[in-house]
């Protein structure tokens, strides 16, 4: 697909039938570590899961620190493959896109599951959190002697050694770029990731949170609710029309740790129904909190 911009973007069919529904990824992953998710709503929902720009198989203009143009980049997914109406899930960074996309085209989405957006109050001090994982960011090693290495290396090290197999698979599998001397190199290069990081937080997408009209329904890792609670982002009370769940036993990187939890959660939330998903006793869809 090609935005508004001018950037080519890549969107990739996940299968499945039933309404239409488009997955977001977060800073520095791609739409391809939404398959394990994915495998779960295929009963329910027809799948698509976009590549921001700078990510996955997307190009990658100048200025990405501007959060607005992944706002774009959804849009043009949904214009391309007209999923207008469509329901739509995001994580992190690919939930405030979801958002972007919806302020500037208000009913894009019939309903919105936003895991853990990354936005924020810009009256709010958020400290160097965001420069940090600038920093950090451009220190990421890019170049593996193969996919196989660069998974091993991935699952000794936090956070990805909380991933679950699939997720971890899904992401190294995808989100390398095969080089010409054997070796590979990862497609959201580490001064992408770090001008990403630099962009955060977008005030665009807070201050026009009364704009969202669709359902919305914002998820937290219950392992993260007390520092959006500290921060004092009441995110919920600025949406028309908005609730908030927690998932237990997740951080921030909950769609990549319990998938099978993430589809259950989204399957009721989009259907009102429980899915018929084994997520063990002590792992419920997800409680309302405040």
């Known amino acids: 697909m090609t935005t508004s911009d001018g950037v080519e973007i890549a969107v990739h069919d996940l299968g499945g039938a039933?309404?239409?529904?488009?997955?977001?990824?977060?800073?520095?992953?791609?739409?391809?570590?939404?398959?394990?998710?994915a495998q779960y709503l295929r009963d329910h929902f027809t799948c698509w899961a976009v590549d921001l720009r700078g990510h996955g198989d997307s190009e990658r203009p100048p200025g990405i620190s501007d959060w607005l143009g992944f706002g774009r980049d959804v849009l043009a997914a949904v214009d391309g493959l007209e999923l207008q109406g469509a329901f739509g899930v995001g994580h992190s960074m690919g939930s405030a896109s979801l958002l972007l996309a919806e302020q500037a085209v208000p009913g894009?989405?019939?309903?919105?599951?936003?895991?853990?957006?990354?936005?924020?109050?810009?009256?709010?001090?958020?400290?160097?959190?965001?420069?940090?994982a600038a920093e950090g960011a451009l220190r990421?090693?890019?170049?593996?002697?193969?996919?196989?290495?660069?998974?091993?290396?991935?699952?000794?090290?936090?956070?990805?050694?909380?991933?679950?197999?699939?997720?971890?698979a899904a992401y190294v599998n995808y989100g390398f770029a095969d080089l010409d001397d054997g070796t590979v190199r990862l497609k959201c290069r580490a001064t992408t990731e770090s001008e990403v990081f630099h962009g955060f937080p977008n005030p665009h997408v807070y201050e026009h949170l009364g704009h969202v009209h669709c359902p919305v329904t914002l998820v937290d890792g219950e392992l993260s609710v007390a520092a959006r609670v500290s921060r004092g982002n009441d995110f919920a009370a600025r949406i028309p029309d908005a609730r908030v769940i927690a998932?237990?036993?997740l951080d921030h990187f909950g769609p990549m740790q319990r998938p099978d939890v993430l589809a259950a959660s989204i399957i009721e939330t989009f259907t009102g129904s429980r899915p018929a998903i084994d997520v063990g006793d002590d792992q419920p869809a997800g409680r309302e909190c405040a």
Do not use: C, I, Q
């Not at 989405?109 to 958020?126: G, H, K, T, W």
């Not at 002697?145 to 679950?164: I, V």
């Open 18 to 37: 039933g309404e239409p529904l488009l997955l977001v990824h977060g800073t520095g992953f791609h739409a391809m570590t939404w398959l394990p998710v």
């Open 108 to 132: 894009t989405f019939r309903s919105l599951y936003l895991y853990e957006p990354a936005m924020a109050d810009p009256r709010v001090n958020m400290g160097d959190g965001s420069k940090m």
């Open 140 to 168: 990421r090693r890019e170049v593996f002697a193969s996919r196989e290495a660069a998974r091993l290396h991935y699952a000794s090290k936090a956070p990805m050694d909380t991933f679950a197999p699939e997720s971890l």
């Open 247 to 249: 998932l237990p036993g």
